[in-house]
């Protein structure tokens, strides 16, 4: 089975990359700069920097991305900087960060979208770091690494949101990515929604679309937190002037009505079976994907010690 996700996949020349990360990185070394205190500065350095350097056809395509309906745009060979070891606590020292920072959020500047951070998730900030934490052994979370992270979006709990609209109230429209490192050559697993949708009988499409479930926070949420509370009578596919748009997370979503049981239940079983995306994220590596129409999954993985575990920055953006 062919996956239908539409990707823009562009990879830098060495020599781009190099013009690249050393303009960015003789622009942020004249002061400490943090994410949340200083997005828009950094944002401003990597855009010029990357409008700069960057090849004709790869900004049309970074431009185009949110217009065209494409499911994901992955970009390889950025730069990358000396990095310390992998924070596996969730946390470590912004500013030692700015070179990828700036690469990070000039290239969300230059797709046209608005970072954001949420204050019941990541102790409200622009940049979680996707780390094999082990406080968070045996749960589905970004910070977890012994148990699948099995299909579905990010923030399903939210109702979804128009342009124009406070992102922090909605599901997140784009999740982005910066790989740091990933020796173990962990996937992220992409899967279009319309691989799973077309799979389905009429009738199951329907209870999909009813107002019959209820769609709790995810582990990485802060319980009881304004924002981090569920989702009820709601349906786990829902019609927009785009199009259908997805929210799900098998370990949150539970259904009101014995025909809304079984037709999650039949939802579940086809998501493990369409076909997906595999994407083997290495260092310099940036994606970013549509959380309306993309669903994603991660295996369970074995670490490597905390000096080298896998690393990826992820920061949500409408």
Request: aromatic residues 8%; contains cysteine.
């Amino acid at each position: 089975m062919t996956s239908s996700i539409r990707l823009t996949h562009h990879r830098l020349e060495d020599g781009t990359r190099d013009l690249l990360g050393k303009e960015i990185t003789e622009r942020v070394t004249a002061a400490e700069l943090e994410p949340d205190a200083d997005e828009a500065i950094l944002a401003r350095i990597g855009a010029q920097a990357l409008s700069r350097y960057l090849a004709g056809e790869i900004l049309h395509g970074i431009h185009m991305f949110s217009v065209t309906a494409r499911h994901a745009l992955l970009l390889q060979n950025l730069p990358t900087q000396r990095f310390p070891a992998t924070p596996v606590n969730g946390f470590g020292t912004e500013t030692e960060l700015a070179v990828i920072n700036a690469l990070h959020f000039g290239l969300v500047q230059l797709l046209g979208i608005t970072p954001f951070a949420v204050n019941y998730e990541n102790d409200g900030r622009l940049i979680r770091n996707v780390i094999p934490n082990p406080a968070a052994s045996g749960t589905a979370s970004s910070w977890g690494a012994d148990s699948e992270f099995f299909w579905h979006t990010d923030n399903p709990h939210l109702p979804f949101g128009d342009a124009g609209a406070n992102p922090r109230l909605y599901v997140p429209r784009y999740l982005t990515f910066y790989a740091v490192r990933n020796e173990e050559r962990v996937p992220t697993e992409l899967a279009a929604m319309e691989d799973a949708v077309g799979r389905l009988d009429e009738l199951t499409q329907r209870r999909l679309q009813s107002p019959s479930y209820e769609v709790s926070p995810p582990a990485s949420n802060d319980a009881g937190a304004a924002g981090a509370c569920p989702l009820s009578d709601t349906a786990l596919l829902e019609q927009s002037s785009e199009g259908l748009r997805v929210r799900y997370d098998r370990g949150t979503t539970r259904a009101r009505t014995a025909e809304a049981g079984a037709a999650l239940q039949t939802w579940s079983d086809t998501l493990a079976t369409m076909p997906s995306k595999e994407l083997c994220l290495e260092p310099g590596d940036f994606m970013i994907f549509d959380n309306y129409r993309v669903l994603h999954r991660r295996k369970a993985f074995r670490p490597m010690p905390p000096q080298n575990a896998r690393w990826l920055r992820r920061c949500y953006a409408s």
